[in-house]
């Protein structure tokens, strides 16, 4: 079945670039998500791509997507201590219903 | 708009009672979804609408919960009984088509005892 797997800590200082990686299986998915979780609060849609994208910049955000290693990740540029939260990797399902699968989250931790 | 409304934000009860939980969707979208978040099994869909027909169930755990959506701008989720496993964040989400990005809602935090 599909499934979506994230490093589930990363920590870095105030001003430093992130990298948070996430690997998928469904080499069918058309859309691959970047979602962030505040402390107490939903979810919140940051980027996404489409699959037949390698690369996608917003401001400080760069999501990369390797097809063939079926690997995502988001870089945020100039890491400030607001960034820090929960962000979580989603793709949608093979079956194009709109469903989502999302990797257990990785809790980014930013030290001033 | 205000974005996706849930209620209660915050839900205490005792084992064995019944529970609903409430989402009042964005205007104007037409899928919904309700999703459980727990520190073991992270984020889970359970059910969802669209066009207020349930298109996927498969992720309800149990005959113990049952979902609803009488109309575009109301959907509820009910535990009947509760039991203390499923203490948990339900989130609502909704998106205009099935396709299009998920807005969620702010969550509710279920406390079963």
């Known amino acids: 079945g599909e499934d979506v797997e994230q490093s589930l800590f990363l920590s870095v200082r105030e001003g430093d670039s992130s990298v948070i990686n996430c690997t998928y299986t469904?080499?069918?998915?058309?859309?691959l998500y970047w979602y962030k979780q505040e402390p107490g609060a939903g979810l919140q849609l940051l980027t996404y791509?489409?699959?037949?994208?390698d690369m996608k910049q917003d401001q400080r955000l760069t999501v990369l997507l390797n097809k063939k290693d079926k690997h995502l990740s988001l870089r945020i540029a100039d890491t400030q201590t607001g960034d820090s939260a929960i962000y979580f990797c989603a793709e949608t399902h093979s079956s194009n219903t709109g469903k989502l699968i999302f990797g257990q989250g990785t809790t980014l931790q930013v030290k001033p | 708009d205000a974005g996706v409304i849930q209620s209660p934000r915050h839900e205490v009860t005792e084992m064995g009672q019944e529970v609903t939980l409430r989402c009042k969707p964005i205007?104007?979208?037409?899928?919904l979804f309700w999703y459980r978040q727990t520190m073991m099994r992270g984020l889970e869909l359970l059910i969802y609408?669209?066009?207020?027909?349930?298109?996927?169930d498969s992720g309800m755990p149990e005959d113990r919960f049952s979902a609803k959506m009488p109309n575009a701008s109301f959907s509820t989720l009910k535990i009947q009984p509760s039991e203390p496993r499923d203490s948990a964040v339900y989130f609502c989400?909704?998106?205009?088509?099935?396709?299009?990005?998920?807005?969620f809602g702010p969550g509710t935090r279920l406390t079963v005892t």
């Open positions: 205007s104007g979208h037409n899928s």
């Open positions: 989400a909704s998106s205009r088509d099935r396709d299009d990005e998920q807005y």
């Open positions: 609408f669209n066009n207020n027909v349930p298109i996927d």
């Open positions: 791509i489409f699959s037949n994208m």
């Open positions: 469904d080499s069918s998915s058309t859309y």
